[in-house]
């Protein structure tokens, strides 16, 4: 079936970068593997012409793998020409690191197309989403509130089409700020809207 979601994990991609935690942490969805440092230009190695298709399986609670996650991913990696389609989860996730990114494009994610969370600072460029009926944002950022750097990532020919009508959650933003992150965006295209929200700066303080 097309539309099946969490029939694997994904891809998960680690580095040396830094993140706003003060220590290097385990990444979500495996055990005893570590990412996070201080080396803004580590190298991860290339990630090009990649396509991860009904992953997102659940392994615990509060505890998914994205389509494709990276921790603390280093400006010196190479990805670019990646698609992640009918995750379970997130398309892809940024947890802090400066790795920057080009032609990544995301179908019917079960959760957010794109998410950046910890400290990430990389760019973005040529970024495509389509939300299915379950879809939730095309774009969740947010950080750690109060701890450096804070999320910022720079995305520019972004794209985001909304399921419009059929999607089961009205209310959700195309593209969601939290806490602890700040941005700069540029030919930004948020379309089929509908009942959604476009942008929305949410819970921007410590006890919000």
């Known amino acids: 079936v097309l539309e099946k979601r969490g029939k694997w994990g994904g891809l998960i991609l680690l580095g040396n970068?830094?993140?706003?935690?003060?220590?290097?942490?385990?990444?979500?969805?495996?055990?005893?593997?570590t990412y996070g440092g201080t080396n803004p230009t580590d190298s991860s190695g290339s990630m090009q012409y990649v396509r991860v298709w009904h992953g997102g399986a659940v392994v615990g609670a509060n505890n998914e793998i994205n389509g494709i996650t990276f921790g603390g991913v280093g400006s010196g990696t190479v990805v670019d020409h990646c698609e992640v389609a009918y995750s379970a989860d997130d398309g892809f996730e940024f947890f802090g690191g400066t790795v920057n990114v080009k032609y990544l494009s995301v179908l019917f994610a079960g959760d957010d197309?794109?998410?950046?969370?910890?400290?990430?600072?990389?760019?973005?460029?040529?970024?495509?989403?389509?939300?299915?009926?379950?879809?939730?944002?095309?774009?969740?950022?947010?950080?750690?509130?109060?701890?450096?750097?804070?999320?910022?990532?720079?995305?520019?020919?972004?794209?985001?089409?909304?399921?419009?009508a059929l999607s089961t959650r009205v209310s959700n933003a195309m593209?969601?700020?939290?806490?602890?992150?700040?941005?700069?965006?540029?030919?930004l295209i948020l379309a089929n809207v509908a009942t959604h929200p476009g942008i929305r700066i949410d819970t921007c303080s410590h006890s919000g």
Do not use: W
């Not at 970068?17 to 593997?33: D, F, K, L, V, Y």
């Not at 969740?140 to 985001?160: C, D, K, Q, V």
């Not at 593209?175 to 030919?187: D, P, Q």
């Open 17 to 33: 970068a830094p993140t706003n935690r003060a220590t290097t942490t385990t990444i979500e969805g495996i055990t005893a593997q």
């Open 113 to 164: 197309a794109f998410d950046t969370d910890e400290g990430y600072v990389g760019k973005g460029q040529f970024l495509f989403a389509m939300l299915g009926a379950v879809g939730n944002h095309g774009a969740e950022m947010n950080s750690l509130y109060g701890s450096m750097p804070r999320s910022h990532p720079a995305f520019n020919g972004m794209t985001i089409v909304g399921a419009g």
């Open 175 to 187: 593209m969601c700020l939290r806490k602890g992150t700040g941005g700069k965006f540029g030919n």
